[in-house]
């Protein structure tokens, strides 16, 4: 079973408005910090956002600060991506992230979801 289970993704056009919504399924994340990241075809996975575990400590890919948000549901088991003023660019598979560590590449992440396509067109 997928420790997290992401919703909200789908087809907008440029300039519209996703909510990305990640949930835990079997381990509960309250002690995690947790984040964003997506993989558009034919590109390697990076990093979009990313908040403590309290919820205080926030960080953004330079590419979506500004127009993304990232906040923690009131359990602190869930996380969801508010992506406004999308662009093409942004058309990806997003994925939601967890690690007990403060860094946040891949190879940090301990734990994945199994991602939701996002596609923005033109």
């Known amino acids: 079973q997928v420790p997290l289970v992401e919703s909200g993704g789908g087809l907008v056009q440029a300039g519209g408005s996703l909510r990305l919504s990640c949930a835990a399924s079997?381990?509960?994340?309250?002690?995690?910090?947790m984040g964003w990241f997506r993989r558009a075809e034919g590109k390697e996975r990076e990093f979009v956002a990313a908040?403590?575990?309290?919820?205080?400590?926030?960080e953004y890919a330079d590419s979506v600060a500004g127009r993304f948000t990232i906040s923690r549901g009131n359990a602190k088991n869930t996380v969801f991506l508010q992506m406004n003023s999308l662009k093409p660019e942004d058309s990806a598979v997003y994925y939601c992230?967890?690690?007990?560590?403060?860094?946040?590449?891949?190879?940090?992440?301990?734990?994945w979801g199994q991602g939701t396509q996002v596609t923005v067109s033109s």
């Open positions: 992230a967890a690690t007990s560590t403060t860094t946040w590449d891949p190879d940090s992440v301990q734990y």
């Open positions: 079997v381990v509960t994340f309250i002690n995690y910090n």
């Open positions: 908040i403590s575990w309290r919820g205080v400590l926030l």
